[in-house]
């Protein structure tokens, strides 16, 4: 197959374009001097199947290529381009390649395991994997009495813990499946605990407290002390422990470096004070993860730092907030004097803004996952198609295309996580993609329960507690609950500005 609407565009310090040889699946050779030029490679091309060769990561630093017939990742060096073999692999999206040769490049870089073909499009299961799926769908069946195909229940959203049943995956080992050994962890691959909660999400089981799991810990692993880790991951690992995050405060919300929350420090402690708002959870944790400004000299980014503070403490005080759904799922907490050690901060004094932002990734690919809807729009499908009082839905054109349009969107999420999952798991930078899953995900959340509550018509006004509520009233309150996440873990405005600027490469404003 011939790379017809593959082509070079080479252009110098002045911005003038010169025409190179485009790669005919032989290779590029004989491009100008490396300190000269930008070079552009653009790959339009639909799939091929032949095993053969496949551009699999480029940054401005190197081009690396992956050889399906070696099975290895190999890495362009001087001034030649990767070659690619007759047969290739290409996306069937648009991937753009650039390389700034007036850097140096990094000939000890190498692509990981997975290429970036794999992570884009390469969605099936090990047989490793595939015995974990099945071992933890059994398990589940028979804890929770579901299967797949239930019909939905009202449950909490995936940053409120469920300490009971995170006990229980503790003991499995499922809390902790990548974390290292010597923490209490698996030490396994990143793809597997994401099975797990795929399977947990599929049951209809709650999130399994998401918020330390999934930000705290990972934050611990990077940038806590050697006392701090082995004081907190194992009890983590094992569901005995959780922490409610205090970020956002009355006037900090999508910009959390605004935030005004005062760590002073004195002699081994740090004095706080200040408010957070919409705490979830915080009435039932023991630690809360903090972000408290220690500094005004430096940029507003520059002077934050982490603690870890025990929700005991002196000072602290919990104030229920009252959501939607009547829940008291949030908080108000208020720090008046409450006394840290130092040895309870995360990381370095004023560089809490490099810790905090580690973990965003990993929240919106988490917290917020497709799979939690899949009961309630299987649900909604047969209702469509069983007659309520002489009447079928599916009869409705209108009512088909929106289902059938939800399916579309169900599996197009699915596959999105899992590009991101393969991503992270490669060690690739994947932020960008944690966007788009977060923002995908949370706004067909949305579309999903709207339509749930016009195709149960009148019904949908009736919640849990009603002994004539369809499903226990899990559509109107999944409909009130789905409101906020496009508010929590950043808005759907800071998601799409994440996709622009890091994803696309986009100018600011």
């Known amino acids: 197959m011939k790379a017809r609407s593959a082509h070079l565009v080479a252009l110098d310090e002045g911005g003038r374009e010169a025409e190179l040889p485009g790669p005919d699946c032989g290779g590029v050779s004989a491009c100008p001097a490396a300190d000269d030029y930008e070079i552009e490679l653009v790959h339009t091309l639909p799939f091929a ?20 017939q070696a099975q290895s990742c190999k890495l362009s060096t001087g001034t030649r381009l990767a070659a690619l073999s007759p047969g290739c692999h290409f996306l069937p999206v648009p991937l753009i390649l650039r390389y700034r040769s007036n850097e140096r490049i990094n000939t000890r870089s190498s692509c990981s395991s997975s290429a970036l073909y794999n992570l884009l499009v390469n969605f099936h299961f090990t047989a490793a994997e595939e015995d974990l799926r099945r071992e933890a769908c059994d398990w589940l069946t028979r804890e929770l009495g579901t299967t797949h195909d239930s019909n939905p229940a009202p449950m909490p959203p995936g940053y409120m813990p469920a300490r009971d049943f995170e006990l229980k995956l503790g003991a499995k080992g499922w809390l902790a499946l990548t974390w290292p050994k010597e923490y209490g962890g698996g030490g396994r691959p990143v793809s597997e605990q994401f099975i797990v909660e795929e399977e947990v999400a599929l049951h209809g089981g709650p999130a399994s407290d998401a918020i330390a799991r999934v930000i705290v810990a990972p934050i611990l692993q990077a940038a806590g002390s050697e006392e701090q880790k082995r004081r907190y991951l194992p009890r983590l690992a094992r569901g005995q422990i959780t922490f409610c995050l205090g970020y956002t405060e009355p006037e900090s919300g999508s910009d959390l470096a605004s935030l005004q929350t005062r760590a002073v420090r004195e002699g081994d402690d740090y004095v706080i004070n200040g408010r957070k708002v919409f705490t979830s959870g915080a009435d039932s944790s023991e630690y809360c993860w903090l972000a408290a400004r220690t500094s005004d000299e430096n940029p507003k980014h520059a002077g934050i730092s982490v603690f870890i503070v025990p929700m005991d403490s002196p000072g602290v005080e919990v104030r229920p907030l009252v959501n939607l759904l009547n829940e008291r799922w949030f908080n108000e907490v208020i720090f008046e004097d409450v006394r840290v050690p130092v040895a309870e901060r995360v990381g370095r004094e004023n560089e809490g803004w490099q810790v905090l932002t580690s973990a965003l990734g990993v929240e919106r690919i988490t917290i917020y996952r497709a799979f939690v809807h899949h009961r309630a729009l299987a649900a909604l499908i047969r209702y469509a198609r069983s007659a309520q009082n002489g009447r079928r839905r599916w009869e409705e054109a209108p009512v088909r295309q929106r289902l059938a349009q939800l399916t579309t969107d169900f ?99």
């Open 49 to 68: 199947f032949t095993p053969a060769a496949v551009v699999c990561a480029a940054t401005e630093m190197h081009i690396t290529y992956f050889d399906y």
């Open 411 to 509: 599996e197009i999420a699915r596959l999105l996580l899992w590009r991101t999952i393969r991503m992270h798991e490669a060690g690739v930078e994947y932020r960008a993609q944690a966007a788009m899953v977060k923002l995908f995900n949370t706004e067909f959340a949305q579309r999903l329960y709207q339509t749930g509550i016009d195709v149960l018509g009148l019904s949908a006004q009736l919640v849990d507690g009603s002994p004539l509520a369809t499903w226990q009233g899990a559509i109107p309150h999944a409909y009130l609950s789905a409101v906020q996440d496009t508010i929590g873990a950043g808005t759907s405005e800071v998601q799409r500005e994440i996709i622009a600027l890091r994803g696309l490469g986009l100018p600011r404003g």
